[in-house]
C-alpha cells in the first residue's frame, strides 16, 4: 500500500516569510495532485504534476515534482493569512483509489 | 452552480443507532468517493464508486455500506454506529476514475458525526 507521508505536520509563520512543504511517497507517483482545505471546507485542487523535473507556478506557490517521481514540494513566497490551511498531497496510482497524504496544516498571522 | 451537496453537516448519534449520509452532484460526473478525515491522519478512502452502478471498498470499509442509487446520488450508511466512527465525512466527485491532468476530485463541505 502506498504512504504518503507530509512534512512539516505542523507551520506557524509571519506574514511575508517564505516556506516549503514536502510530500515523499513510498512508491513512484502515477500523477501528483496538491490540494488545500479551509476550516469547515473540502479539499480544493491547486494543481496536478505528472512528469519527473517539472515545476508549476500558481502565482506564489511553486510545485515541484522530484526527478524520480517519489517526491514533491510546494513553495509558498511571502505568505499571507489567506494562504492558511491544510495542503494535501494526493496520487491514485492510475486506479479509482486516491490516496492523500498526512496534511500539512499551516497558519500564517498577520 | 451546487457542486458536491452532503447532508447533513453535523450529527450527533448513540452508540448502535444508525444513520445515513447523503451527497449528491449536479456536475454529471461518473465516480464518487466516500472519505473520512481524522486529526493527523489526513483523508482516507472508505467506498468509491466508478460508476453508475457500481461500489468498491477502499482503505477503511468497516462499519460502512454505501448506496449509488443513481448517477447523482451516492449515500453512506452506518448500521450500528461506533465511536470509533466519530470522524469528519466527506463526498467527492470525479469525471472519470483514471487519473489524468484533466481529472480532478471536487468535494463536499463534509458532515460531522459524532458517535457518544
Known amino acids: 500500500t502506498q504512504l504518503l507521508e507530509q512534512s512539516p505536520q505542523f507551520l506557524s509563520i509571519q506574514e511575508g516569510e517564505n516556506l516549503t512543504v514536502y510530500c515523499n511517497s513510498s512508491?513512484?507517483?502515477?500523477?501528483l495532485q496538491w490540494y488545500r482545505q479551509e476550516p469547515g471546507e473540502g479539499p480544493v485542487l491547486l494543481v496536478t504534476?505528472?512528469?519527473?523535473?517539472e515545476v508549476k507556478k500558481l502565482k506564489r506557490l511553486t510545485f515541484q515534482f522530484g526527478d524520480a517521481r517519489k517526491d514533491s514540494s510546494l513553495h509558498i513566497t511571502a505568505a499571507q493569512p489567506g494562504d492558511t490551511g491544510l495542503y494535501l498531497c494526493?496520487?491514485?496510482?492510475?486506479?479509482?483509489?486516491?490516496?492523500f497524504g498526512t496534511g500539512t496544516r499551516l497558519k500564517v498571522l498577520a | 452552480n451546487a457542486g458536491v451537496t452532503q447532508t447533513p453537516k453535523f450529527q450527533v448519534l448513540k452508540t448502535g443507532q444508525s444513520m445515513t449520509l447523503q451527497c449528491a452532484q449536479d456536475?454529471?460526473?461518473?465516480?464518487m468517493y466516500w472519505y473520512r478525515q481524522d486529526p493527523g491522519m489526513g483523508l482516507r478512502l472508505i467506498y468509491y464508486?466508478?460508476?453508475?452502478?457500481?461500489?468498491d471498498k477502499g482503505e477503511v470499509p468497516n462499519g460502512y455500506n454505501v448506496s449509488r442509487l443513481n448517477k447523482r446520488e451516492f449515500s453512506l450508511r452506518l448500521e450500528s454506529a461506533a465511536p470509533s466512527q466519530t470522524s469528519v465525512y466527506f463526498c467527492?466527485?470525479?469525471?472519470?476514475?483514471?487519473?489524468?491532468?484533466?481529472?480532478?476530485?471536487?468535494f463536499g463541505a463534509g458532515s460531522r458525526l459524532t458517535v457518544l
Open positions: 464508486s466508478a460508476s453508475e452502478g457500481t461500489t
Open positions: 456536475m454529471n460526473h461518473n465516480s
Open positions: 494526493a496520487d491514485n496510482s492510475g486506479t479509482y483509489k486516491y490516496i
Open positions: 467527492a466527485s470525479s469525471l472519470a476514475a483514471s487519473i489524468s491532468g484533466a481529472n480532478v476530485l471536487t
Open positions: 504534476v505528472v512528469t519527473g523535473g
Open positions: 512508491s513512484v507517483f502515477s500523477s
